[in-house]
């Protein structure tokens, strides 16, 4: 990277190990580190502002209470009163995102959920908990989830496999979404930023002309921010509305 | 002396009254305004919620069911033997399944965030929604 005129914006997707374990390929690696710092800071931070418990909060613990708030109204909203038995699952996998996406935003940091094996992960166990609870909760009639009411037998055919495939997307696109959009955001930022060095290098009227890039990367910057607390968002809201599903199969 | 500072409490003690009484009703209409505020900035919120996520959104289905269902066919035709057929039968298969999750978001925003009425609606609000 010291080379002005060589910008690498995949470099910081790299996974590097620190700590190796043997030779089977078992390793502590950076993206390990930054997804323990991320559930760290998380149970730290929601511990140490709620330990008071003030009926008046201070600044820490009304953050603290509004995050609560902020899930469980999304919660109930899209799920209903049953839907609150899920809020920490729910609640945990908004926070593990946010914080996650905010932890990439700094720089040096690496960003966990640029990768699509931690997103398709993290959509996996949603898709798991709906089936495995869906199942559990009404038994076989689970299965009516595929059967659209009031649909004529003969086009039942067409439209479970319809369904199945529709139903079978759900993991996908929920990962695909959350990865796209820090994978593409922090490429851009990147790239920006390399062009203010690229130009930076021609002398005093390539600096002129970085301002441009300049402007730019503040406000990639600033939408970046935007994205990381809005995919955090939807992540959750979805992950509600399909849960959702497992509990009303009927559509 | 003593009795009388008793009624002079007593009488202050009443004077206050009013002040509290009607506490009830006013944490209630404040507890309202706060939720009815809460209510529309949430809205707002949510129709903000940028043309662009919502475009990542739909796309994102879209795509992700095509690629189950051409993925779908590829593995019963790798299991099967039975040549493309499978695959492309799938593939429209996840065709229609994408249109399907598309409408069925795209109806999921509509009404986490309903289109602003006719009341709501601003005079110069015209074909730009």
Redesign the interface.
């Known amino acids: 990277m010291a080379d002005p005129n060589k910008v690498d914006p995949i470099h910081q997707f790299q996974i590097t190990d620190l700590v190796s374990f043997g030779n089977g390929g078992v390793s502590f690696t950076n993206s390990a580190l930054f997804m323990a710092l991320t559930v760290g800071v998380i149970g730290l931070y929601l511990l140490l502002s709620t330990q008071k418990r003030s009926i008046v909060p201070n600044r820490t613990q009304l953050v603290s209470e509004m995050l609560y708030e902020f899930v469980a109204k999304m919660v109930s909203d899209s799920a209903g009163k049953a839907g609150m038995k899920f809020f920490p699952f729910v609640f945990s996998l908004f926070m593990f995102v946010l914080v996650a996406n905010m932890f990439g935003m700094i720089p040096f940091f690496f960003t966990v959920t640029s990768h699509i094996v931690i997103t398709f992960a993290l959509a996996l166990l949603v898709f798991v908990v709906v089936i495995v609870y869906g199942f559990i909760k009404n038994g076989p009639k689970f299965l009516k989830l595929f059967v659209p009411a009031g649909v004529p037998a003969y086009v039942l055919p067409i439209v479970v496999p319809i369904e199945v495939v529709s139903f079978l997307s759900r993991p996908i696109s929920l990962s695909v979404r959350l990865f796209a959009n820090i994978l593409a955001g922090h490429i851009t930022l990147k790239v920006f930023a390399g062009f203010i060095v690229t130009l930076g290098s021609l002398g005093f009227l390539g600096w002129l002309g970085a301002i441009l890039p300049l402007v730019m990367t503040v406000a990639i910057t600033a939408l970046e921010f935007l994205v990381a607390a809005l995919q955090a968002y939807v992540f959750a809201v979805l992950t509600s509305m399909y849960i959702n599903d497992a509990i009303h199969p009927s559509h | 002396m003593a009795l009388s500072r008793k009624t002079k409490r007593s009488q202050s003690g009443a004077k206050p009254e009013p002040l509290t009484s009607d506490l009830a009703a006013r944490i209630k209409r404040a507890q309202g305004e706060k939720s009815l505020a809460g209510d529309a900035e949430a809205a707002s919120a949510t129709r903000d ?2 043309g662009l ?1 919502r475009g ?2 739909l796309g ?2 879209f ?3 095509i ?3 051409a993925g ?1 066919g590829y593995l019963l035709d790798l299991w099967l033997k039975t040549g493309p057929w499978l695959m492309l039968v ?1 593939l429209l ?2 065709f ?3 249109v ?2 598309v409408v ?1 978001s795209a109806a ?1 925003m509509n009404r986490a965030a309903p289109p602003p009425t006719a009341a709501m609606r601003v005079p110069d609000d015209d074909e730009d929604e």
């Open positions: 919620m940028t996520s990542l959104r994102s289905e795509i992700a069911a690629l189950v269902g779908i799938m298969v996840g229609a399944a994408g399907l999750n069925r999921e």
